[in-house]
């Protein structure tokens, strides 16, 4: 898994399952490389007009598309990068074909998002090189939360609270290490109030505007440090998942779209990427390696709450988390709360 990952990144060929060659249409290179088909996502493909040429009984499968004429490396990335929509602005026709393996094609989509790149492949390029193996059972295994271990930990006085403990994860293969902070002393006999955060390098360490994550994170530790005080405690997860999972080049190519006009929800399918793509089974096996069973959970999401219940966590309560917009984040909570169900 991460050869495969590192393949991507590095614009080499992978093997998927045996079922074909792909080379990614963002970072792949070669003179005079040519590929009859490319595979591309679903919401990509939405946005490119072919949603009704996809498979009635599959409506969310990626999908596997042939032009007049095979795709060069030039013409792949028009077809996967909207930044390049105004300069290639005609595209196509292009005809859906049948996917007669459906579990790798999503495997492929399921490795460019952890790769960071752009979900759209070149399908058995010529001349394809030396190609990485990757299988379907490799993604399961790799994604196997039982991998996830604590790494180490610390004591880490912070400036919201000096009783404050950290502790590291890691799992094989996995480049990303999360972390949790325990503000307090923990008791197992009291649920601990809960931040779930994912990294947001704009908001968290640069202040970004645009999102609300950094007063949120700072709110959180504000509250936990209060618990502390009235003896309880506290838990801030703090989950390697920039831009809820599609990653940091990802979110910013999103951001471009936005300034464009599209909202959140569209600007990631117009990048042919899910709206959320978070790890939340992760965030449950990092609270039961800590001994925790029960949470009050900070949180304005719904989904949130179910994503972590069906994983065995129990959320004892729902804490709202709510901060006041600003005239750049307003549009941003309003799509949260009128396309994704956050209670804003």
Not at 44 to 57: D, F, G, P, S, Y
Request: proline share 6%; glycine share 8%; with cysteine.
């Amino acid at each position: 898994m991460a050869l495969a990952l590192d393949a991507l990144r590095h614009g080499w060929p992978i093997a998927v399952e045996g079922a074909f060659t792909l080379l990614p249409a963002e970072t792949g290179f070669g003179q005079g490389v040519q590929a009859p088909r490319m595979l591309i996502s679903s919401a990509r493909a939405a946005t490119l007009k072919l949603a009704n040429q996809r498979e009635a009984a599959e409506p969310q499968a990626p999908v596997l598309i042939r032009a007049a004429e095979p795709f060069d490396l030039e013409q792949a990335r028009a077809v996967a990068d909207p930044a390049l929509d105004l300069r290639y602005p005609m595209k196509g026709p292009f005809a859906a074909e049948h996917l007669d393996d459906r579990k790798a094609a999503e495997a492929a989509m399921e490795l460019a998002l952890l790769a960071g790149v752009l979900p759209a492949f070149l399908v058995d390029p010529e001349p394809a090189g030396e190609a990485q193996a990757v299988t379907v059972s490799d993604l399961a295994d790799w994604k196997d939360t039982g991998r996830l271990a604590i790494a180490s930990r610390a004591r880490l006085p912070v400036a919201a609270c000096e009783d404050t403990e950290i502790v590291a994860f890691r799992s094989i293969d996995d480049l990303r290490e999360h972390v949790a902070l325990v503000i307090g002393r923990q008791d197992g006999e009291k649920a601990p109030l809960v931040r779930l955060h994912s990294e947001c390098l704009t908001g968290d360490i640069l202040g970004s505007l645009k999102c609300d994550c950094g007063p949120q994170l700072d709110a959180a530790l504000k509250a936990m440090a209060e618990e502390a005080v009235n003896g309880g405690w506290g838990v801030l997860l703090y989950m390697r998942q920039e831009g809820r999972g599609i990653g940091l080049i990802n979110k910013l190519r999103a951001y471009r779209l936005q300034d464009q006009g599209y909202d959140t929800v569209d600007a990631n399918n117009r990048l042919g990427l899910p709206t959320e793509a978070r790890d939340f089974p992760v965030a449950a096996r990092m609270l039961a390696l800590l001994g925790i069973h029960a949470i009050r959970l900070m949180t304005n999401n719904p989904a949130k709450v179910t994503a972590l219940e069906a994983e065995g966590v129990e959320v004892a309560q729902r804490v709202p988390h709510q901060l006041p917009p600003n005239p750049h984040n307003a549009r941003y909570l309003a799509t949260k709360r009128d396309r994704t169900g956050h209670l804003l």
